[in-house]
T-cell receptor, first 112, second 118 residues
Framework: KQEVTQIPAALSVPEGENLVLNCSFTDSAIYNLQWFRQDPGKGLTSLLLIQSSQREQTSGRLNASLDKSSGRSTLYIAASQPGDSATYLCAVLTGTASKLTFGTGTRLQVTL | EAGVTQFPSHSVIEKGQTVTLRCDPISGHDNLYWYRRVMGKEIKFLLHFVKESKQDESGMPNNRFLAERTGGTYSTLKVQPAELEDSGVYFC????????????????FGSGTRLTVV
């Protein structure tokens, strides 16, 4: 059974700092890994999707890496801004099922 | 292109009542999924439709939950009768294809329906 863990559960950083969010999964036989952002009271916004054959994906100030063999992914946010404050979730697609397994998320607060 | 639309955005009902949640996927997306997040827990899969057929309903908690997708377009999730533990946020998502290897865009999620059972 796939389990996804995200560390830390919460993080507070001053504006401008670079930061790393971590995601680990127990079953390395994944099809892809997706990072989402959730703002309070809002839905999930897809940030980056990494296929199992890829090592990383970049979008603007965001860079996600994937090490499938070790069951880890990181989301790197450069030059953080207050607008980055949100909960960040990673989710993996495993096996033949089409369902995503989510982590519990990292709640990020970027302060002025 | 319109995204995944869910309504209502919030619903407060009394224990024992019935509630119906609706999801309109992105046009052309045959695959529709329901997920739910109970307070303090991770988001968990409920079920998956391919067009109007239930492909996987292994995550449905019990027979008080009934999902339908008439005509392969919008979907409804009915909870009858609602219990306190059903409170949470119910998300709907859609995707273009089922096989992840041929779907580079992943899933698009709706804003969710926050259900509170009192």
């Amino acid at each position: 059974k796939q389990e996804v863990t995200q560390i830390p559960a919460a993080l507070s950083v001053p504006e401008g700092e670079n930061l790393v969010l971590n995601c680990s999964f127990t079953d390395s036989a994944i099809y892809n890994l997706q990072w989402f952002r959730q703002d309070p009271g809002k839905g999930l916004t897809s940030l980056l999707l990494i296929q199992s054959s890829q090592r990383e994906q970049t979008s603007g100030r965001l860079n996600a890496s994937l090490d499938k063999s070790s069951g880890r992914s990181t989301l790197y946010i450069a030059a953080s801004q207050p607008g980055d404050s949100a909960t960040y979730l990673c989710a993996v697609l495993t096996g033949t099922a089409s369902k995503l397994t989510f982590g519990t998320g990292t709640r990020l607060q970027v302060t002025l | 292109e319109a995204g995944v639309t869910q309504f209502p955005s919030h619903s407060v009902i009394e224990k024992g009542q019935t509630v119906t949640l609706r999801c309109d996927p992105i046009s052309g997306h045959d695959n529709l999924y329901w997920y739910r997040r109970v307070m303090g827990k991770e988001i968990k899969f409920l079920l998956h439709f391919v067009k109007e057929s239930k492909q996987d309903e292994s995550g449905m908690p019990n027979n008080r939950f009934l999902a339908e997708r008439t005509g392969g377009t919008y979907s409804t999730l009915k909870v009858q009768p609602a219990e306190l533990e059903d409170s949470g946020v119910y998300f709907c998502a859609s995707s273009l294809t089922r096989t992840a290897l041929t779907n580079p865009y992943g899933y698009t999620f709706g804003s969710g329906t926050r259900l509170t059972v009192v």
